[in-house]
């Protein structure tokens, strides 16, 4: 498999690697196909807008080149965002962020995204429990 | 420190080989066929050369038909007996766990309309004997089973498989390429048919092969042309090949495989101190030279390209490291699931391995092993 320069350079110097204890959102996703794991972890917060941001994003992956470095991009690009912007990141954001990714392993990036988005609905889903609860 | 312990996939060209191929290449560069001292300088080269592998064999220098690679070999001898011998029957029975170079080759004749079984291996990869057996019908043409295994290094019964063969009347072929000159066969004794063998496992150079033919199997032509190497195969002789072929076999030392053997057992057991960690193939009759293991909770590519990364050549049955993104068939058929596979490396040694670089292995491979498990959300310390 050829990876580019900055799939390589991703995967071996992650960022944005581990747990984060009592997250606000997570999100799991896996591809059934190859065995790839990939769990995103968020915390959220407000910027000066008010508006709510990821204020903190971390990864584990279980999975190949391409599933560690799409994994460490996706957090890159997400940090900060926006929740309304970070649900718009997609497959083909991150990889071109990498310099692209072969075609074979497109799926892969696919995960990272998917993962953030479940990451967010999970914190959205819980928001919304909480405000019902606060409500009785 | 770099070290490669990738010598499956290829092995350095042997400094005395690469005289031998610069002579036969720069000097006496002729063509073998040509009437002028030239010709008849390469055909005398190609003739002993032929001669010493046969030799290694037990076989005679005429059952000895140089190809350009072990993967021509095993078309040659495949497909051949099969086009040949059709008019006998159509099936063909091979196992779960060959090289490619045989699989697809099978797989194709069953789009060619000939009829294929695939026997099944134990869970360390050897052929169910009893199961050759039964699967042996009327029409039955060839039995295709490899020696050694080129992934885990189960070495198959094929003196047992020789046997049933000859009694059943069906032609047998083995690919030995992996085991060549590893582990000794003895054509008079060992009833295979026909064997494919390759020079760049062995330190010779890479674009030569043999198959070994038993003087009285027919089999067709593969490339037509000149009628070279007995009109199986046309196309002017790699003389230089077929010379560092022979000059490779000749550095053939018994004790190297001794030396493998003692090395490899090292690795296993040092590698085993890994937790959560799964030997693939067996303890015993295992190649001399063969390492596999998978490490549970990580994948193989990234595995190989970290370990890359620390000087360590490795390589991997992983599905991510495929085109087809699929798991090695071998670590399927030996009954690991599709997770496990994933973490499988592949460490295989040549007789210049030496003990410092399998020591620099056994320091780096936990670590790096460590390192992937803590960014897996699989992997919880136990």
Redesign the interface.
Known sequence: MQYSKKVLEAFKHPKNIGEIKNPDGLGKIGNPVCGDLMWIYIKVGKNKEGQEIIKDIKFKTFGCVAAIASSSMLTELAKGKTLKEAKKLSNKDIADALDKLPAPKMHCSNLAADGLKRAIEDYEKKKSLKTKQDKK | MKTYLDNAATTKVAPEVMEVIKEYSTEKYGNASSLHSFGRKARDALEKARARIAKELNAAPEEIIFTASGTEADNLAIKETAFFHKDKGNHIITSKIEHPAVKETCRFLEEMGFEVTYLDVDKNGFVDLKQLEKAIKKNTILVSIMHANNEIGTIEPIDKIGEICRKKGVIFHTDAVQSFTKIPIDVKKIKADLISLSAHKIHGPKGIGVLYKRKNVKIGTLIHGGGHEFGLRSGTENVAGAVGFAKAVDLVDKEDIAKMKKLRDKLIDGLMKIPETILNGPKDKRLCNNVNVAFK???G??LV??LD?EGVAASTG????S?S?LPSHVLIAIGLK??EA?GSLRLSLSKYTNEEEVDYALKVIPKVVEELR??????RKK
């Open positions: 909770y990580i994948e590519e990234a390209l970290r990364d992983s599905a991510c490291s085109k993104l599709p997770r994933h803590s960014i897996s959300p699989l992997w």
